[in-house]
């Protein structure tokens, strides 16, 4: 099974408002990486959090990450149409396997 | 512009026929990959090369063979395709080990049907 799960699915919201993914994985990590997908392309990554970093900013993106959880959430402030896209998150496992991708959360932004 | 180019960007086969992806990187980069996206199925590690004439296989290699006999090129290969495979395969490169600090830089992908 995949090491990060997110969640929601799917996640429709109105221009403007905030959007907010979750990410569960199962084993102790280095990091901890999201990636955006628009329809048809590869994945663009977003940001990256190590397993020390509790919080982390990227212009309108905010990544926290909780290792005792073992979650992560992504939130995406002040959302715009362009902001419509599959987001997954990774994980960079302790392991030494390589990293692992979730199945993603679909979201949409509605003008 | 830098980044990670695969070809071609649409394929269709018959059950049994073989073919090559490419993946160029322009990048310098050590370290690259091959995935493929299936619904529901997330993406999944087929096999990956952690330098010029090394491969390793990842978490499906089944029915596919691979080879890096340039830094910047790794080529994925379908011997004998089947259905099961049709998928969209993403070719993914990084600066080394743990994926360093920068994440992985991926290309547009390749769209395959077996028919």
């Known amino acids: 099974s995949q090491q990060g799960e997110e969640d929601p699915q799917a996640l429709s919201i109105q221009e403007g408002e905030n959007a907010t993914m979750n990410c569960s994985y199962k084993?102790?990590?280095?990091?901890l990486q999201w990636y955006r997908q628009n329809s048809g392309r590869g994945l663009v990554h977003l940001i990256l959090?190590?397993?020390?970093?509790r919080e982390k900013h990227s212009g309108r993106l905010r990544v926290t990450l909780d290792t005792s959880k073992k979650s992560s959430s992504l939130l995406i402030t002040a959302s715009r149409a362009a902001d419509t896209a599959s987001y997954f998150c990774?994980?960079?496992?302790?392991?030494?396997?390589?990293?692992?991708f979730g199945e993603g959360t679909q979201l949409t932004v509605n003008p | 512009n830098a980044g990670v180019t695969q070809t071609p960007k649409f394929r269709v086969l018959k059950t049994g026929q073989s073919m090559t992806l490419l993946c160029a990187q322009d990048m310098n980069h050590e370290y690259m990959y091959w995935y493929r996206q299936d619904p529901g199925m997330g993406l999944r590690l087929i096999h990956y090369s952690v330098g010029e004439g090394t491969t390793a296989k990842g978490e499906v290699p089944d029915g596919y063979n691979v080879s890096r006999l340039k830094k910047q090129n790794f080529l994925l290969g379908l011997e004998s395709a089947a259905p099961s495979q049709t998928s969209v395969y993403f070719c993914a490169s990084s600066y080394g080990w743990r994926s360093a600090n920068y994440g992985y830089t991926f290309g547009s992908g390749t769209r395959l049907t077996v028919v």
């Open positions: 959090i190590r397993s020390n970093e």
């Open positions: 990774a994980t960079d496992p302790l392991s030494g396997s390589r990293l692992t």
């Open positions: 084993t102790s990590i280095n990091n």
